[in-house]
């Protein structure tokens, strides 16, 4: 069954630092996607950054970064010279199926990061 | 433009009302969703339509009646809710064609409905 961990439920960073989100996931399936999303207290869920199981190269966006490492089934995001504006809660997530439309996304529990000044 | 917007943005009714949340998104996404979501926990998928179908419905309560009208639109109808339905939920949409992996489209979401059911 497919299922993604994210072991750290609150990280601080200093303001001006990188920091790692760490995620794992598991899945049976060769073909599936990796995504990062961002949750301010706001509410609204953005998307940050997207990695492909045969994708070799990581990915980067920006300030972002995806650590991705098959072998170990794992997807960590990396946030360089974090902001305040940093501050919320970020979700990994998988999703598997070729050519499954409207596939389902799996959600991690979250890991909420806060960025002191 | 990447915008999903939904209405209302909190919503405050009683267990014996009926009431509907829209989502409306204008990208030509071809998938839509449902999320339910607790204060610091993951969002929970409801339903999801593609291409105006429902293609996926997660065990949810009938009192949840998903419906959607037209490509762009999402509606949710709630009908004597439970106080533990009070939630936000968040409507989402992705593209679902002219690229393949499918798996490789990402969700864009809303702001939410924050719901709260007395």
């Known amino acids: 069954a497919q299922k993604i961990t994210q072991t750290q439920p609150g990280m601080f960073v200093q303001e001006k630092e990188a920091v790692t989100l760490d995620c794992t996931y598991d899945?049976?399936?060769?073909?599936?996607?990796l995504f990062w999303y961002k949750q301010p207290s706001s509410g609204e869920m953005i998307f940050l950054i997207y990695?492909?199981?045969?994708?070799?190269q990581n990915a980067t966006e920006g300030r972002y970064s995806l650590n991705f490492q098959k072998a170990r089934k794992s997807a960590n995001l990396v946030i360089s010279a974090s902001q305040l504006g940093d501050s919320a809660m970020y979700f990994c997530?998988?999703?598997?199926?070729?050519?499954?439309?409207?596939?389902?996304?799996?959600f991690g529990q979250g890991t909420e990061l806060s960025v002191k000044p | 433009d990447t915008e999903v917007t939904q209405t209302p943005k909190h919503l405050v009714m009683g267990m014996t009302n009926k009431k509907s949340l829209k989502c409306e998104q204008h990208?030509?996404?071809?998938?839509m969703y449902w999320y339910k979501q607790k204060a610091k926990k993951p969002p929970e998928l409801m339903f999801v339509?593609?291409?105006?179908?429902?293609?996926i419905n997660e065990s949810v309560p009938s009192r949840f009646s998903p419906e959607c009208p037209n490509s762009s639109l999402l509606n949710l109808h709630l009908h004597a809710l439970q106080p533990e339905d009070s939630a936000l939920y968040l409507c989402?949409?992705?593209?679902?064609?002219?690229?393949?992996?499918?798996?490789?489209?990402?969700?864009?979401f809303g702001p939410g409905t924050r719901l709260t059911v007395t």
């Open positions: 989402a949409s992705s593209q679902e064609r002219n690229r393949f992996p499918l798996y490789s489209y990402e969700q864009y």
């Open positions: 899945t049976s399936d060769q073909s599936y996607g």
């Open positions: 990695q492909g199981s045969y994708d070799e």
């Open positions: 997530a998988m999703r598997e199926g070729l050519y499954n439309q409207g596939g389902k996304l799996i």
């Open positions: 990208m030509g996404h071809r998938a």
């Open positions: 339509y593609s291409y105006e179908k429902l293609s």
